[in-house]
């Protein structure tokens, strides 16, 4: 009977102690130590990780990283996290990712996340028009180093060396280095995504780009993000290629602009924004991680758009011919403080935004919109931005009262302003910006379209008013109704 009893408490005590040892054993697959390692054998970088737990009595069972850094790959990879000096300044640095795990998989040894989210994220990222993305360049495989591959010759094969006098050998030229094939690098086809939900909460983001004269710069702050929908199948990545995102940020872009012919510290945009679209993570003809996103993105009224330059520093000394006429639009500036939300359709591919469709944007004194096809490029300082600016009324009245200041009367100056305007009655001016986002190449058709206006007629009437009197009559009695 004791016997007994003692084997049914052996038994209960290795009922009970089962589940601490085998939460043991996976724990020590998410140590710091074997984490750090698994990602520096799969990125080319180098990682660092504070602490991590596992826990398995919670529903769902969870997992929790604790002061994550990645740095660019050093000669401390490898090396036990004891023995190598603390990671300063790393371009990736995240306070703490949890993750929610299949239960079904933990039971077949396996942790799977089922949702991830990311807190206290600090990014640092710094583009190249000639080699592209730093942070990128990370989280790509590590190169593969071999021996050199040295063709030789059988030693049955080897002839006798035929002796030679030290004035012989000396006349003979060196032997060619030897050539060494370099092994090309494995690139691993990445696994099916089994991830439902990843979150970004309040990350920061520092994106520079010092390569190009705008020397552009661009802070990213409170930015949340929601990427759900995931369907990513490297097998099958026609029909499964796809997340979605669900975005709000604060980004401010800043850098150099030429402005009367100094080149100035500006700020390009100051925004609030939030939107959501479709995301196509993996590039199918290397199978590397390289997103490309279609989407439709609001800018909150109050954000600040441009702004730092005016017409006449975009269209230099072509609008001073405008003021033969008495209009000035001069002083008028590219951009200011939205007064409503503005919605634009987005795709953004290797560094390239471009607008599928136009983007209304309203201002105080004006409106502007960017045209479908528009374009920039900040890692390559490229833009092609066609622009449609159309005035409101406190522009179109300072044109009227410019015109009518040269003598000319105010209902010919209504007649030839009707002309450059809308249907609604508003003036406006086509400009494409072309070229460098510091320098940028425009191109204007107001000017043109005043000089082509009637072969040339308006001109001469502006000048002669008298002239342009007696038509309007002769049009007035050409046109009067017969008793």
Same mark, same amino acid.
């Given at each position: 009977m004791k016997l007994a009893l003692k084997i049914l408490g052996v038994l209960l005590l290795l009922a009970l102690a089962t589940p601490f040892v085998f939460a043991m054993w996976l724990q020590s697959y998410v140590s710091p130590e074997y984490l750090v390692k698994m990602t520096e054998q799969n990125c080319n970088c180098r990682a660092h990780l504070d602490s991590s737990s596992l826990s398995l009595f919670s529903w769902p069972p969870t997992l929790r990283l604790n002061g994550i850094k990645i740095a660019p790959r050093d000669e401390h990879v490898g090396k036990a996290l004891s023995e190598r000096p603390p990671l300063v300044d790393a371009p990736v640095q995240i306070e703490l990712a949890y993750a929610e795990l299949l239960s079904d998989d933990i039971l077949q040894r396996r942790i799977t996340p089922n949702l991830v989210r990311f807190a206290g994220i600090e990014l640092r990222e710094t583009l190249d028009p000639q080699t592209g993305s730093a942070l990128e360049k990370l989280f790509q495989p590590p190169a593969v180093s071999e021996a050199p591959v040295v063709a030789e010759v059988p030693s049955n094969e080897v002839p006798k060396p035929v002796p030679m006098t030290p004035a012989e050998a000396a006349q003979v030229p060196p032997a060619p280095a030897p050539v060494i094939a370099e092994a090309p690098v494995a690139v691993e086809k990445p696994e099916r995504i089994p991830l439902r939900e990843i979150r970004l909460e309040k990350a920061h983001i520092h994106i520079t780009n010092k390569a190009v004269?705008?020397?552009?710069?661009?802070?990213?702050?409170?930015?949340?993000?929601?990427?759900?929908?995931?369907?990513?199948?490297?097998?099958?990545?026609?029909?499964?290629?796809?997340?979605?995102?669900?975005?709000?940020?604060?980004?401010?872009?800043?850098?150099?602009?030429?402005? @009367? +012919?100094?080149?100035?510290?500006?700020?390009? =945009?100051? *925004? #609030?924004?939030?939107? &959501?679209?479709?995301?196509?993570?993996?590039?199918?003809?290397?199978?590397?991680?390289?997103?490309?996103?279609?989407?439709?993105?609001?800018?909150?009224?109050?954000?600040?758009?441009?702004?730092?330059?005016?017409?006449?520093?975009?269209?230099?000394?072509?609008?001073?011919?405008?003021?033969?006429?008495?209009?000035?639009?001069?002083?008028?500036?590219? @951009? +200011?403080?939205?007064?409503?939300?503005?919605? =634009?359709? *987005? #795709?953004?591919?290797? &560094?390239?935004?471009?607008?599928?469709?136009?983007?209304?944007?309203?201002?105080?004194?004006?409106?502007?919109?960017?045209?479908?096809?528009?374009?920039?490029?900040?890692?390559?300082?490229?833009?092609?931005?066609?622009?449609?600016l159309v005035f409101g009324p406190t522009v179109r009245e300072a044109i009227v009262h410019g015109i009518n200041n040269k003598g000319m009367p105010d209902f010919l100056t209504r007649g030839i302003l009707s002309l450059i305007s809308d249907q609604q009655g508003n003036p406006y001016i086509d400009i494409t910006l072309t070229g460098s986002l510091s320098r940028p190449e425009p191109q204007h058709e107001l000017v043109n379209k005043i000089k082509k206006l009637g072969g040339g007629a308006l001109e001469t009437l502006i000048s002669n008013p008298q002239e342009a009197k007696e038509l309007l009559n002769g049009l007035k009695s050409l046109f009067k109704k017969k008793n």
């Amino acid at each position: 009977m004791k016997l007994a009893l003692k084997i049914l408490g052996v038994l209960l005590l290795l009922a009970l102690a089962t589940p601490f040892v085998f939460a043991m054993w996976l724990q020590s697959y998410v140590s710091p130590e074997y984490l750090v390692k698994m990602t520096e054998q799969n990125c080319n970088c180098r990682a660092h990780l504070d602490s991590s737990s596992l826990s398995l009595f919670s529903w769902p069972p969870t997992l929790r990283l604790n002061g994550i850094k990645i740095a660019p790959r050093d000669e401390h990879v490898g090396k036990a996290l004891s023995e190598r000096p603390p990671l300063v300044d790393a371009p990736v640095q995240i306070e703490l990712a949890y993750a929610e795990l299949l239960s079904d998989d933990i039971l077949q040894r396996r942790i799977t996340p089922n949702l991830v989210r990311f807190a206290g994220i600090e990014l640092r990222e710094t583009l190249d028009p000639q080699t592209g993305s730093a942070l990128e360049k990370l989280f790509q495989p590590p190169a593969v180093s071999e021996a050199p591959v040295v063709a030789e010759v059988p030693s049955n094969e080897v002839p006798k060396p035929v002796p030679m006098t030290p004035a012989e050998a000396a006349q003979v030229p060196p032997a060619p280095a030897p050539v060494i094939a370099e092994a090309p690098v494995a690139v691993e086809k990445p696994e099916r995504i089994p991830l439902r939900e990843i979150r970004l909460e309040k990350a920061h983001i520092h994106i520079t780009n010092k390569a190009v004269s705008s020397h552009f710069e661009a802070d990213i702050r409170d930015l949340d993000l929601i990427l759900d929908r995931i369907d990513v199948d490297p097998d099958n990545l026609e029909r499964h290629n796809h997340i979605h995102a669900t975005l709000k940020a604060k980004v401010q872009a800043n850098g150099l602009a030429e402005i @009367g +012919g100094v080149m100035k510290p500006v700020q390009f =945009a100051d *925004v #609030s924004l939030h939107g &959501e679209g479709d995301v196509t993570p993996l590039e199918p003809q290397t199978m590397l991680w390289k997103p490309a996103a279609l989407l439709t993105l609001v800018f909150d009224a109050g954000s600040t758009i441009g702004g730092h330059m005016t017409l006449g520093d975009a269209a230099g000394n072509e609008m001073t011919k405008l003021l033969d006429h008495g209009i000035d639009l001069r002083p008028v500036r590219l @951009g +200011g403080t939205l007064a409503e939300d503005a919605r =634009a359709s *987005v #795709s953004y591919d290797r &560094e390239t935004l471009s607008f599928r469709e136009p983007a209304r944007m309203v201002l105080p004194d004006f409106a502007f919109t960017i045209g479908q096809g528009a374009w920039i490029n900040t890692v390559k300082d490229q833009q092609m931005m066609p622009l449609r600016l159309v005035f409101g009324p406190t522009v179109r009245e300072a044109i009227v009262h410019g015109i009518n200041n040269k003598g000319m009367p105010d209902f010919l100056t209504r007649g030839i302003l009707s002309l450059i305007s809308d249907q609604q009655g508003n003036p406006y001016i086509d400009i494409t910006l072309t070229g460098s986002l510091s320098r940028p190449e425009p191109q204007h058709e107001l000017v043109n379209k005043i000089k082509k206006l009637g072969g040339g007629a308006l001109e001469t009437l502006i000048s002669n008013p008298q002239e342009a009197k007696e038509l309007l009559n002769g049009l007035k009695s050409l046109f009067k109704k017969k008793n």
